[in-house]
């Protein structure tokens, strides 16, 4: 792995890093000034020059959704708004929270000239009700900046106002959502909105709003700071930069790691991040988030750390970069069961498929779990996550039924098994010493 | 006026329409719980997915999805019968099987679409979750939360229709739980439109729970009486009994809606002051005998002719050619509310005039000569200038304050202040007993349609006022409504040759050749 | 909508009684209205403040929350109900909310759950009969390469172990929340030092 900068970790080592003072030592708010001199589209060309892709788990080009927005004379005077998206709820993913941790100026930097950028005079960090700890540090920050001039009215004497606030979640993933973000700021319940309107027209309050997350405006600074090129010269063509990865699961050294982005997935297992347990094997990663798709072993020895060959050489996405590491002791009829159970938990309820179809496969994953299952059972679950699949309002749905997909897909042995082996305890006068809870057994069609 | 296709029907639209609206004009129904003409778009339900093969990505709902040009999409294929199934499969996870004890059962878009869409078996094998059933959320309404599919529809009632903001969805997950602030009841004047609206048993109709299994009920169009508006119903009945009113739809008149007290009258037909016999000087008699009494009455009189503002056109029509051969007899139409009514009023559709028919009483009046108002006959009758007043329908004795002559004679449906001092008193039809006409505040003409045999010896107004003719001087029209409306029209330019047959199912607007309600699409 | 929280009509109707804001907290909600351009966006601020003073949402927090924004209470309560964190009932002084989700349960927190359950005699969902501790399983706290973990109140606690947990239990117990909850950080990853 060639030398590359810390954009996003470079100040994490200092305990004092999130204060003003270490802050500006450390160079944040230093083009800060240069930028709110500058011809906005062009800021918004610079971003989108250098390949910035949404780090929150969609990876849309960050600089083509702030170009959504219309112009003043098209919006006919409504304010823009943005939001910082730091609701960080996907299972897998804990990188959001450092980085406001750790260095908070950085990422209000970032969402001063974001703002400039996009003409908004109001910004929000939406952090999830859990970061109340983190929300007070950021608070602080906030109160730091405003009060040495960097937030307020004419900032650094260029006459561009802004004022930036924190908003508290209350516990619910789906606030991740965009526009169930929006709903959620605006006083409603967090249920997330048809599109069209696209927030980008028509997002809160009536006005247009980006919604971006905390990484990808974090890195906005340092783009400004070093140009476009420098951004896209670490990477992949297509997927620039580098990359904030949450690691989590049976790898000896969990943690956040910033790589540049196209490094093999095994050797960022092996090699940095201490690999597996003494001897263990790889079962399966899932590399963005409990969301996506499952690898195998032999997909993730062939796959690199980026968006293009993730998909490629498994049908799964980089995403948040959550990645959850399962070696050959995870029972994975299990950890679908523990996925599923989270989903249901967290299903808004607002659509139909999703409503009532997470939490039956999730029903029904508990029995399977137990072994009180049938190959029925498996034909209906796959069935139901296809039903779901691309029907609903919202992202959800499909996130809730990818792992069910691609679990039964690639480790359908072990599903088998697992009803085998409760069969087999069946006693002779055929009733199940297994069975527990799950209701009369309507016969399969 | 953009041109869109739908199953390769080619059909142009107004702008602002959208594609289940699109698909209607060509003929195609395209399924849907959440979606309501009146009110917002929820998006909720997923049955109206439907496959996009041109103009835009799918699958997509079309509830959502604006018409514009190029846009094609299909509703008969492969996959959105698939769709359509599994939405029917998951509404019916957690839905309890109560259609043998719910009202619903009949009218239930639930049971309706599952026999076309549904996958006709479960494969059920785990637990349906639970909700409390049977709770009382007003006096009118009883909510059966597990039977709710979370449309959301009851909920965009209160917030855009009543603003009252009652009915929430509370909870998340399939715990979703449809409700009311604990403690409180539904306080507002339109609650039976929440029973009208709500897809399933969920929310029911107090009243008529248990009372009647709907598919025995015929359907009548009418109009409400209740007040000058007019809402545009459904007169439900079996048998001979009415059941119930419900909302016709009628965008110019009252969208989809009709208020509480409107519908609470689908059983005043019935009620205890209800007139079913003649009388005369408080003796109960034939109709012959009171039609005989009451032109002897009239006879060489000076006569006040008080039209009804509650009364029918056709009604008001014979009243007039009647006073016609009155020598020295004289129309009045009475302004206010008969001092039963009662006055309430709201920014929606309820309004403080309490009679259907004024404007048509006045239309009446205006081919007749004119007629003067309840100051002009209280003056009168305290200036002794009539010997007997003939009144339709309306409490002109009540509406004076009691003023009076000795010579009343009621023709009207329930007993009120004139009827106990008039000394005939004649049985008129209620107005789900026979066929007529009224013109609401808007000058709206409305066709109200005959459900029922008329109670008792009563008879349509229009017959019974004719019949007092016959026994004076000989029929002045006739007992045919069409032919007593389409004479009145002659007479007067503002009908413009309107008649019972060219009046449209939404209403014929005075003053032009119009339909009225003839649409742009709602929401 | 977890098995571990009551239903919104289970909640005592009369739950706090008769309560207001204090003229500090009014001046807090002026400037909370402030930074929001619709009234209705402060519900979730206000039910945060309604819920530090009296410590669970009852059915007189919505009114009051609901008068002072002039809306429906229904409105507050079924925003209040979509949450998880906004409580629907009392619970002890000490909110022990242990994440369950997949990376936290890869490396033992279930176990861990079963050794707070054993040591303090409850169920996940309960609060022991001193009022000090209630337990509860919840989802993802995005510390899932420091599990397993748990938050009290405010306060995260990761990288646990058996061990661990009972001397912050033990802390806890004599009022003196350990001072340092947060992991240390390793130099270049973020690994909590165990």
């Not at chain 1, 001199?37 to 080009?61: H, N, S, T």
């Not at chain 1, 750790?102 to 908004?120: K, T, V």
């Not at chain 3, 001193?130 to 390469?145: H, N, P, Q």
């Amino acid at each position: 792995m060639d030398s590359y900068p810390r954009i996003l970790t470079k100040n994490w080592e200092n305990p004092n890093s999130h204060t003003l003072e270490e802050a500006k030592k450390a160079g944040q708010y230093s083009v800060l000034e240069k930028c709110l001199k500058m011809d906005r589209q062009a800021i918004k060309q610079e971003v989108l020059d250098a390949g910035l892709r949404g780090r929150g788990g969609a990876g849309f080009p960050a600089g083509r959704k702030w170009m959504f927005v219309p112009d003043a004379e098209k919006r006919q005077g409504k304010p823009v708004y943005l939001i910082c998206n730091a609701d960080e709820s996907e299972p897998g993913t804990f990188k959001d929270r450092y980085c406001m941790w750790h260095d908070p100026h950085m990422l209000i930097e970032g969402m001063i000239i974001a703002a400039y950028a996009l003409e908004c005079k109001t910004a929000y960090i939406y952090l999830r009700g859990e970061f109340k700890f983190i929300q007070d540090r950021v608070d602080d920050a906030i109160a730091e900046a405003k009060a040495a001039g960097l937030l307020g009215k004419n900032i650094l004497g260029t006459g561009f106002d802004f004022e930036l606030y924190t908003h508290q979640g209350a516990g619910a993933y789906i606030c991740g959502e965009e526009t169930a973000l929006i709903s959620s700021i605006e006083g409603e319940r967090g249920q997330p909105r048809l599109k069209p309107p696209f927030p980008a027209v028509e997002g809160a309050w009536g006005c247009p709003t980006v919604v971006n997350n905390v990484e990808t405006l974090a890195v906005v600074p340092w783009i400004m700071k070093n140009g476009a090129k420098a951004y896209s010269a670490i990477g992949t063509e297509k997927a620039t930069g580098t990359k904030l990865f949450s690691v989590s699961g049976h790898v000896m050294k969990p943690g956040v790691y910033e790589i540049p982005m196209g490094i093999p997935m095994t050797s960022f297992i092996n090699d940095i991040c201490g690999g597996l347990k003494p001897g263990r094997t790889l079962k399966a990663v899932i590399p963005g988030g409990s969301s996506v798709p499952v690898m195998t072993p032999e997909e993730v020895s062939k796959a690199t750390m980026d968006y293009e060959s993730i998909q490629e050489v498994s049908g799964s996405y980089l995403g948040s970069g959550g990645m959850i590491v399962m070696d050959d002791t995870t029972d994975m009829v299990s950890a679908l069961s523990n996925l599923l159970r989270f989903y249901a938990h967290e299903s808004c309820g607002q659509c139909t498929p999703c409503r009532e179809g997470v939490g039956w496969m999730s029903q029904i994953l508990i029995r399977l779990d137990k072994g009180d299952a049938s190959d029925d059972d498996l034909e209906i679950l796959l069935d139901l996550a296809n039903n779901i699949h691309s029907k609903t309002i919202c992202f959800f749905g499909a996130s809730a039924a990818m792992p069910v997909q691609s679990f039964l897909q690639k480790f359908k042995p072990e599903f088998l098994a697992k009803i085998e082996s409760a069969r087999a305890k069946i006693s002779p006068q055929g009733i199940s010493t297994n069975s527990e809870a799950g209701g009369p057994r309507a016969g399969a069609k | 006026m953009p041109v869109v296709k739908v199953d390769g029907i080619e059909v142009t639209v107004e702008n602002g329409v959208n594609m289940i609206q699109a698909a209607a004009l060509a003929g195609v129904d395209i399924p849907h719980f959440c979606y309501h003409q009146d009110l917002s778009i929820a998006g909720n339900c997923r049955m109206c997915l439907v496959d996009v093969e041109a103009g835009g990505r799918g699958p997509d709902i079309a509830c959502n999805m604006q018409a514009r040009d190029g846009l094609e999409i299909r509703t008969d294929s492969d996959n959105v019968s698939k769709m359509r199934e599994s939405v029917m499969e998951f509404l019916l996870k957690n839905h309890p099987l109560d259609c043998p004890v719910c009202d619903q059962s009949g009218e239930c878009t639930l049971q309706d679409h599952y026999s076309d869409h549904g996958n006709n078996g479960s494969r059920l094998a785990d637990i349906k979750n639970h909700a409390p059933k049977r709770q009382t959320l007003s006096e009118k309404i009883i909510l059966d939360a597990e039977r709710c599919i979370a449309c959301s529809r009851c909920v965009r009632f209160g917030d855009e229709i009543t603003n009252t903001g009652d009915l929430r969805l509370f909870e998340r997950t399939d715990h979703t739980e449809i409700g009311l602030f604990p403690g409180e009841a539904l306080d507002h004047g339109y609650q039976g439109n929440l029973i009208d609206i709500c897809p399933v048993g969920a929310l029911t109709s107090r009243e008529f729970r248990f009372q009647k299994r709907v598919w025995y009920l015929r359907e009548t169009p009418s109009i409400c009486t209740g007040c000058a508006t007019g809402c545009n119903i459904v007169v439900e009945h079996q048998s001979g009994e009415v059941f119930r009113f419900k909302p016709r739809r009628n965008p110019s008149v009252n969208s989809s809606w009709m208020c509480d007290e409107g519908r609470e009258t689908w059983n005043q037909s019935n009620d205890a002051s209800r007139i079913l016999m003649a009388k005369v000087e408080g003796s109960r008699t034939d109709f012959a005998a009171a039609a005989t009494a009451a032109a002897e009455l009239l006879s060489g009189k000076k006569v006040a002719i008080v039209l009804g503002t509650k009364g029918s056109n056709e009604g008001n029509r014979v009243m007039a050619l009647l006073g016609s051969k009155l020598e020295g007899s004289k129309l009045f139409v009475l302004g206010g509310n008969d001092p039963s009514d009662v006055t309430s009023s709201d920014n929606l559709l309820k309004v403080e005039d309490k009679s259907p028919n004024r404007a048509g009483a006045k239309l009446v009046a205006d081919v007749s000569g004119g007629a003067g108002t309840e100051n002009d006959l209280k003056s009168a009758l305290a200036g002794r200038e009539f010997d007997a007043m003939v009144v339709l329908q309306d409490d002109a004795v009540g509406r004076m304050g009691g003023a009076t002559v000795p010579n009343v004679i009621f023709i009207g449906t329930h007993a009120n202040e004139t009827s106990a001092v008039a000394k005939v008193v004649i049985p008129a039809a209620a107005h789900v007993e026979f066929n007529g006409t009224f013109i609401n505040k808007d000058g709206i003409v409305q066709r109200f349609r005959r459900a029922v045999h008329p109670s008792g010896d009563s008879l349509p107004d229009y017959s019974a006022v004719d019949k007092v003719a016959v026994a004076l001087c000989g029929s002045v029209a006739g007992s045919d409504g069409a032919e007593i409306f389409a004479g009145l029209a002659k007479d007067s330019p503002e009908l413009n040759g309107a008649s019972w047959s060219s009046i449209s199912g939404t209403g014929h607007q005075i003053g032009s050749t119009q339909t009225a309600g003839a649409a742009a699409p709602s929401k | 909508m977890s098995s571990n929280q009551p239903s919104h009509r289970e909640v005592q109707n009369n739950g706090h009684g008769e309560i207001s804001f204090s003229a500090e907290q009014e001046a807090e909600i002026v400037d909370i209205l402030g930074k929001y351009p619709t009234q209705k966006s402060a519900v979730m601020p206000l039910l945060w403040m309604a819920q530090r003073e009296w410590g669970w949402i009852s059915h007189d927090v919505c009114r009051l929350v609901a008068k002072r924004l002039e809306l429906p209470p229904s409105h507050v309560l079924t925003v209040a109900t979509f949450y998880t964190m906004f409580k629907k009932t009392p619970t002890g002084e000490y909110l022990l909310q242990v994440c369950h989700t997949l990376s936290c349960a890869l490396v033992g927190a279930d176990n861990l759950i079963a050794h707070i359950e054993d040591k303090l005699g409850i169920k996940d969902g309960e609060t022991t009969p001193d009022g000090k501790f209630t337990l509860m399983r919840v989802e993802c706290l995005a510390s899932c390469g420091s599990g397993p973990m748990m938050q009290v109140n405010d306060d995260f606690y990761e990288g646990l172990n058996d061990s661990r947990v009972d001397d912050i239990l033990g802390s806890l117990s004599a009022g003196k929340p350990p001072s340092t909850p947060r992991p240390e950080v390793d130099q270049w990853t973020h690994t909590p030092v165990s």
